[in-house]
């Protein structure tokens, strides 16, 4: 790697790392400190609602955008890795939902759909396709690390996050979707949603503290 390639990755490398960090920080000390906010049985997204709502609003927007920055050092550090396009886009693309999902706010859980806002189907909707991508785009790195011989050792645990995250994924989307028939698990609704995002800001900070490493040995 030359010294400008380095350079260049420095600071999408750094916002790979904060991103994450500061996403998972911010929401996690303001549903602490937010009267009536329950963690466990409440979406990240209602901490939208409200007159502290700017915060989390700021937060997906501000994360978004980092994640943008991490994406075009990713995209750099792969560039001659053709199989690693598929995974640019789709991060690309979670960068673009996980901002959208900041001024779009969510309506408060329970709203009857005749009276469901267009910025609260919006939100439905982002929020929607980001917990789909997000194990798709770990699982499609995988090819990426095994054809680039300096990211070999990442196989093993992006392998292991994909399917853990998959499957948390699919456990948040069929209890978010029928509360009914699972009452028990929907009053753990936000630890599961939780459980289903958290491993995704993991592999972003893992993988922006390796690119981090690389840029400094340019």
């Not at 990713?74 to 053709?82: A, G, T």
């Not at 396009?85 to 329970?110: E, K, N």
Request: glycine share 10%; net charge positive; aromatic share 14%.
């Amino acid at each position: 790697m030359s010294n400008i390639s380095g350079k260049a990755l420095q600071i999408p490398a750094l916002a790979g790392i904060v991103g994450p960090l500061l996403f998972v920080g911010v929401f996690t000390i303001e549903g602490l400190l937010r009267p009536g906010y329950n963690a466990l049985s409440m979406y990240i997204s209602a901490l939208s609602i409200g007159p502290r709502g700017w915060i989390q609003i700021t937060n997906f927007i501000v994360f978004g955008l980092l994640l943008l920055v991490f994406t075009n050092g990713v995209m750099k550090e792969f560039r001659q890795v053709k199989s690693a396009r598929a995974g640019h886009y789709i991060l690309a693309i979670l960068g673009s939902l996980y901002f959208l999902s900041g001024p779009f706010v969510m309506d408060p859980t329970g709203t009857p759909t005749s009276q469901s806002t267009l910025h609260g189907l919006l939100h439905g909707i982002f929020g929607g396709f980001v917990f789909l991508l997000m194990p798709i785009c770990i699982l499609l790195f995988l090819r990426p690390f095994r054809e680039n011989p300096i990211w070999h050792s990442f196989r093993g645990w992006t392998l292991a996050i994909g399917i853990f995250d998959t499957a948390a994924v699919l456990a948040f989307t069929i209890i978010s979707k029928a509360p009914t028939l699972l009452t028990g698990f929907s009053d753990w609704i936000g630890l599961i949603q939780r459980t289903a995002l958290v491993p995704f800001m993991i592999w972003v900070f893992i993988f922006a503290l390796r690119l981090r490493k690389r840029s400094l040995q340019g």
